[in-house]
């Protein structure tokens, strides 16, 4: 379960700046279109990589998925519902970390299972969580105490734990080094291909969206709409680009797209 | 912030060193200001009279009323000032109803109670109490509104992802979330206690340290008088370092500058 169908999808935010008229007299509240009739299906199961420039919007559209927002018009439904606000089914993994502070690794994974009445049964269950992403032996250290990618895994696995339909991924790589993004993006793919939820990332990164995404959708700047919506039908590993020739194209054409005409 | 690492050694030297300093700095102005040592009292003769209060046990009896009154007015004003803080942190209709008598209120000294206190409450413990309460209150319901208001609104998103009740909000997001901010304003608050119970005494009652430094200045022992500070110091010194400790519990630190 993690069908996304969005129909129409508009959001309009107010600015409550005060501008004036010729005369001094001010104007009424300006209406900034944000997004404006997205219309995009995600499979249950895919992974789909979303691009555009900076506020753009896409943020915005995750978080209406979410529940943490609201459209101006149009219909989103999960599989075949409407949405009605935050849910435990679709798991927000925060930009920066959302992770609570002043709880160690080990409590904040069992946010999504406090639930359970069977002690042992719970405690085994986190312990396979730490262990998936590879922080055993970090369950007693608080989130300021661990490294940025350490981070980025136990909310993870927090997010995991709770078994959702859909991942939500706000930028889930930015700030990390190099190398740790590498690896990060290596685990989300090989989680996604041993879990297979549906997952949502939005991205800066071309590469990124190329070598992760079963799909990439690309939105144009504000007010967003959506510019490119095309399936990615190559086997993981992608790792070398121009040993795939449709994929080194299909960068070099994103990169146009995105505003860069001489990518790297 | 203070970036460089001493020994544990040069840490507990350091404040030795300062201290005799100041003492140094006294005995020489003593020394050489020509004043009477009844008008200043050097170290020695402070220290003398020290001994003096502490065996008679009258200086043991006054501290112990002041941290009494200190100790009853300001757990009384975290016990209620902190849960009102989180309510009109938390909620609009609160604050718009409240936040106005709170501002109305807060500028008012508390000295200015004191002749209210003294026909509502009589002589005696009560009174000081009540003024101590007073001026601590105002500043821990603010700190904690401020610090509720501030908290970020990822972790409500987050509390809403994973299906909090309203009772777990408050329990694990608002109130771990405002901890540290709390520790620094009760750190705060505590000297402003202080400064008051000392003006509360020399009016209400017969005893605390601020009555003997009042009766000590009547009956014109400037040595007596330097006593009742240098305890007052020493005792707003240990607190601060009670207060220090707190914000060094685990789950706390994430929030907490070492200052």
Not at chain 2, 85 to 106: C, D, E, K, T, V
Not at chain 2, 145 to 151: D, E, K, L, M
Request: proline share 4%; aromatic share 10%.
């Amino acid at each position: 379960m993690g069908h996304i169908q969005t129909e129409n999808l508009c959001r309009e935010f107010v600015n409550h700046r005060k501008k004036k008229d010729e005369d001094g007299k001010f104007l009424p509240d300006e209406k900034v279109s944000v997004l404006e009739d997205i219309n995009i299906e995600v499979e249950d199961g895919e992974m789909v990589c979303l691009l555009g420039p900076s506020g753009c919007g896409k943020s915005t559209l995750l978080r209406i998925i979410a529940g943490f927002d609201k459209q101006t018009s149009g219909s989103i439904l999960i599989d075949g519902k409407e949405i009605t606000g935050p849910s435990s089914d679709n798991i927000f993994v925060f930009q920066h970390s959302g992770l609570l502070p002043w709880m160690t690794v080990w409590q904040n994974v069992e946010l999504g299972l406090r639930n359970m009445e069977e002690v042992e049964e719970k405690r085994v269950e986190i312990q396979e969580y730490i262990e998936m992403v590879e922080l055993d032996g970090f369950e007693d250290h608080y989130p300021h105490q661990l490294s940025g990618g350490m981070q980025r895994r136990a909310e993870l696995a927090r997010a995991l734990a709770v078994n959702p339909d859909i991942l939500i991924m706000d930028e889930p790589f930015s700030g990390l080094d190099f190398l740790t993004h590498m690896k990060m993006r290596e685990e989300v793919v090989n989680m996604h291909q041993f879990l297979g939820k549906t997952i949502l990332i939005v991205t800066h990164d071309i590469d990124d969206a190329l070598i992760m995404g079963d799909r990439v959708v690309v939105f144009s700047k504000r007010p967003s709409q959506v510019k490119m919506n095309r399936k990615l039908d190559f086997p993981h590993p992608r790792i070398v680009f121009n040993k795939q020739t449709e994929l080194s194209q299909l960068r070099d054409e994103l990169f146009l797209m995105l505003g860069v005409s001489y990518a790297v | 912030m203070i970036t460089e690492t001493h020994s544990t050694l040069t840490k507990s030297i350091a404040p030795v060193l300062s201290f005799t300093v100041l003492v140094l700095v006294w005995e020489l102005t003593v020394r050489f200001s020509g004043w009477d040592t009844n008008v200043l009292p050097g170290p020695y003769k402070v220290l003398v009279s020290m001994i003096e209060l502490i065996t008679t046990g009258s200086l043991f009896k006054h501290t112990v009323a002041s941290l009494f009154r200190v100790t009853w007015g300001f757990y009384l004003a975290a016990i209620f000032g902190i849960p009102l803080g989180i309510i009109l942190g938390r909620s609009q209709l609160a604050s718009i109803l409240l936040n106005p008598i709170i501002h109305f209120l807060r500028p008012i000294s508390p000295l200015a109670w004191i002749p209210l206190a003294m026909l509502w409450f009589g002589i005696g413990d009560q009174p000081a109490v009540f003024l101590i309460f007073l001026s601590s209150f105002f500043p821990i319901v603010v700190a904690t509104t401020v610090a509720v208001r501030s908290i970020n609104p990822t972790y409500f998103y987050v509390a809403a992802n994973f299906n909090f009740s309203r009772k777990e909000v408050i329990q694990k997001i608002v109130i771990p979330a405002i901890i540290p901010d709390i520790i620094t304003a009760l750190r705060l608050t505590v000297t402003i206690a202080w400064i008051v119970v000392v003006a509360a005494e020399m009016i209400a009652v017969q005893s605390g340290l601020g009555y003997l430094i009042l009766d000590s200045r009547n009956g014109l022992r400037l040595d007596y008088v330097m006593d009742g500070m240098i305890v007052i110091g020493l005792i707003g010194l240990y607190l601060d370092y009670i207060m220090r400790r707190l914000g060094r519990i685990e789950s706390a630190s994430w929030g907490i500058g070492q200052a």
